[in-house]
């Protein structure tokens, strides 16, 4: 899960395990966009949901990363999943689409096995996922955060973390997730 400001209310993270890369795609033949900020006012797809959806509403707040929103006044066409728009769009959009916003990781792999789609632009926000743990059914939710911590680090030290991820993904969304200072996210007290 993405370690938002808002999801931090509820929950605890662990140290993150990937990040992952907001960012825009269009149609392959696509002349028209050449750049993100061309897609204010058009219509694009997302996960509803998601911290994509988010950032298309400007209401994306992650701790310790500014984020600037590139695109203005979208018509937001929410998906159940991420691969629903790849799919509409990698058609041509059937009058639907413009662009699509999703993490990196599924758009690669969707081009890797043949969707019409191409990246537009530098990716427009990097996203850390961790695992989440509740903070209202935990007696020790620190001590648990800790042993997941523990194992997502020595998975990162011994390069597991990055194979997992290209074998998953394609490419390895783990190096940045490796450097962030968990530390940072300040979310138990100091004694």
């Not at 395990?17 to 750049?35: A, R």
């Not at 955060?145 to 194992?151: D, G, L």
């Not at 998975?155 to 200072?181: R, V």
């Amino acid at each position: 899960m993405t370690i938002t400001d808002d999801r931090m209310k509820f929950l605890y993270f662990t140290q993150p395990y990937y990040s992952v890369q907001g960012v825009f795609f269009v149609h392959k033949d696509n002349t028209t966009f050449l750049k993100p900020r061309d897609l204010s006012g058009k219509r694009i797809g997302v996960a509803t949901d998601t911290t994509h959806e988010k950032y298309l509403k400007s209401k994306l707040s992650m701790p310790g990363i500014e984020t600037e929103f590139v695109v203005q006044n979208a018509i937001i066409v929410s998906y159940q999943a991420d691969t629903d728009p790849i799919e509409v769009l990698a058609k041509g959009g059937d009058g639907q689409l413009d662009a699509i916003l999703l993490g990196i990781a599924p758009a690669y792999k969707a081009i890797a096995n043949g969707a019409a789609l191409k990246q537009l632009g530098d990716p427009v926000f990097n996203q850390h996922a961790a695992v989440a743990v509740d903070r209202k059914h935990r007696k020790d939710p620190e001590s648990l955060i800790m042993k997941i911590n523990t194992a997502i680090r020595a998975m990162h030290a011994d390069g597991t973390m990055s194979k997992l991820s290209q074998k998953q993904h394609i490419t390895d969304l783990s190096k940045p997730a490796s450097k962030f200072n968990w530390k940072s996210l300040k979310q138990f007290s100091e004694n």
